[in-house]
């Protein structure tokens, strides 16, 4: 049933906040130096996350990624749960919405895994779990998704901006 490949794409969202919200407080301990502990992923030159979460890539204007990637987990997880626990009058619609993010989720793990292996040269075990995890989610949402994936992206940009297709009548 498709609602087994929904919940199993849920289970695999909180899974990665959870390991972000780790990264998250990795991140902030190295930049504060609130903690002389490493991260338990420090395993060599390789594999050291310490080096990764210290490169000028692990944020964007001073926020860490794996903080902006817990929250767009957390909206994915919403939608989700929107649609398997019935919340919402267009469960379509908000699953598509899901699909569109958990492809974004993707991509920017395709880049991050990039600048990971070909700029910096050092991994990070926990970033490779949630570019795995992410890639899994996505396929859950795909193989959960009821109908063909369509060419209603215009209509429901224009539903989550709110704006109506028909022109406003009146004065």
């Not at 049933?1 to 849920?10: D, E, I, T």
């Not at 890539?57 to 860490?64: D, F, Q, V």
């Not at 991509?107 to 070909?118: E, N, T």
């Not at 992410?134 to 224009?158: N, P």
Request: include cysteine.
């Amino acid at each position: 049933k498709k609602s087994k490949f929904l919940f199993s794409a849920l289970i695999t969202n909180i899974l990665s906040i959870a390991v972000h919200v780790y990264l998250t407080i990795q991140h902030y301990d190295l930049k504060l130096g609130i903690t002389g502990e490493k991260s338990v992923c420090n395993l060599n030159a390789t594999f050291n996350c310490d080096a990764v979460a210290a490169s000028s890539y692990a944020s964007i204007l001073g926020i860490p990624l794996a903080l902006l990637a817990l929250a767009t987990h957390a909206i994915l997880v919403f939608f989700i749960m929107s649609v398997l626990f019935e919340m919402t009058a267009n469960s379509k619609r908000i699953l598509r919405y899901a699909l569109w993010l958990s492809l974004f989720i993707a991509l920017i793990s395709l880049v991050m895994g990039a600048i990971s292996s070909l700029i910096i040269g050092t991994y990070c075990l926990f970033c490779i779990a949630t570019y795995l995890l992410s890639f899994l989610g996505l396929s859950f949402i795909w193989i959960g998704k009821e109908d063909k994936f369509g060419f209603e992206w215009v209509e429901d940009i224009q539903a989550l901006c709110g704006y109506l297709a028909k022109k406003p009548t009146g004065a």
